[in-house]
């Protein structure tokens, strides 16, 4: 039975979302960032703000402390769930700051699990995985233009990619190296002690929440600079590139789900699917939709281990957890940005 639950990262993007999910179902809910986050990427990408926003609920108890920190083990000790979206999160950052990326995406997940090892208590475990762990194997498939997007030329591949992909012999950057060593041991945990964790491998994950920088969450990255007039660079594939996009909410209430009915060492696609797929070219149609403004861009060299193509195949998650829906439609996702976007310009 899980009644209070620790939420890594809560002042993020993903972390935000389920803390606020969890204490609409009754949960309580210790939340800890130690706001790495502005290190990261600077003040447009900084996460503090979104713990004033956010947090401020009487059954959220939000500290400002690190996952590698000691005392964490203690804490996890006091809750019946662990959802660890913690991380540093950008393939494209990693390349320059590998050892910070290894540090907190492995050494910190792997503190986490030894500390529920160590309590004894069978605590289920959400980790935040990413597609990433698959590198570049995606772009092995070969690919057709149709309209203003690429497909598959194998039409089997046309509702995504599911778990089987393989991970290893092909370029992932640090970042993608760091998030599949910590899954393996997410996995590992699991099949050695018998904890009950799953890895749920995400592509594009987003909602008002999300933090605008160009190295992390595109979505509201392209409508900031719709709404400013700032040229967007294109990095590679001319926008004819696949995203499939999750409102983090939808996936909030999958890690709740999870929670509630955990299964041991599982993996799992998660995305927004086919339905929710879109070109970045597509984006700029509804983009200027929505804002009223059309992005003005220009190319840039394609980034190390970009997908060219990538949509979630939910079979498996679907089957596991048949109840789970996802509500947020891509016109909504990124009305929802729009608007939280143009208060920040506003207030600002
Ligand atoms: N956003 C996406 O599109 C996406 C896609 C695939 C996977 N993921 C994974 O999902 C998870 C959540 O992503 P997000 O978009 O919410 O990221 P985010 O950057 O918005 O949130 C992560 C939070 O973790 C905090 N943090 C970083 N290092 C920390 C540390 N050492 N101790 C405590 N807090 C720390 C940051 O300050 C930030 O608030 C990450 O693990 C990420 O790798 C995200």
Redesign the pocket.
Not at 8 to 15: C, I, K, N, S
Not at 65 to 68: G, K, P
Not at 128 to 132: E, Q, R, Y
């Given at each position: 039975m899980v009644n209070t639950v620790l939420v890594?990262?809560?002042?993020?993007?993903?972390?935000s979302e389920c803390c606020r999910l969890l204490v609409s179902h009754g949960y309580d809910v210790i939340s800890?960032?130690?706001?790495?986050?502005?290190e990261?990427f600077g003040t447009d990408?900084d996460?503090e703000q979104?713990a004033d926003r956010y947090l401020e609920h009487e059954n959220i108890d939000h500290r400002v402390?690190?996952?590698?920190d000691e005392t964490v083990t203690g804490l996890v000790a006091e809750v019946d769930g662990v959802i660890?979206?913690?991380?540093?999160?950008s393939h494209p950052k990693s390349i320059d700051i590998p050892y910070e990326d290894f540090d907190?995406?492995v050494r910190?997940t792997l503190q986490l699990l030894e500390a529920i090892r160590k309590d004894g208590e069978n605590t289920p475990f959400v980790f935040?995985?990413?597609?990433?762990v698959y590198g570049e194997v995606p772009n092995y498939f070969a690919y057709e233009r149709v309209g203003e997007r690429f497909e598959p030329v194998d039409h089997t591949l046309y509702d995504g990619f599911d778990e089987g992909l393989r991970i290893d012999q092909n370029k992932h950057t640090p970042?993608g190296v760091s998030?599949a060593a910590a899954d393996l041991y997410v996995q590992e945990y699991a099949e050695l002690y018998g904890i009950d964790t799953a890895c749920f491998?995400?592509?594009?994950?987003?909602g008002g929440a999300?933090?605008a920088v160009e190295l992390?969450?595109w979505e509201p990255y392209f409508v900031k600079l719709a709404l400013t007039g700032e040229e967007l660079t294109i990095y590679g594939y001319e926008g004819y590139q696949v995203r499939d996009v999750i409102h983090?909410r939808d996936l909030a209430d999958l890690f709740r789900r999870y929670l509630e009915d955990p299964r041991s060492g599982e993996v799992y696609n998660v995305g927004g699917g086919r339905e929710n797929s879109i070109s970045l070219r597509e984006s700029f149609d509804l983009i200027e939709d929505v804002t009223g403004s059309r992005i003005d861009y220009t190319h840039g060299e394609r980034r190390e281990a970009d997908h060219k193509w990538w949509i979630t195949d939910l079979s498996k998650v679907r089957s596991h957890y048949p109840d789970w829906e996802i509500e947020y439609g891509l016109r909504e996702i990124f009305e929802e940005i729009a608007t939280e976007l143009r208060n920040e310009i506003d207030g600002a």
């Open positions: 890594t990262g809560g002042a993020g993007l993903v972390g800890i960032d130690n706001y790495e986050r502005g990261i990408g996460t979104n402390l690190d996952i590698r660890h979206t913690a991380a540093q999160p907190i995406n910190g935040c995985s990413t597609n990433k970042f998030k491998r995400m592509g594009c994950i987003t999300a933090r992390h969450n983090a």
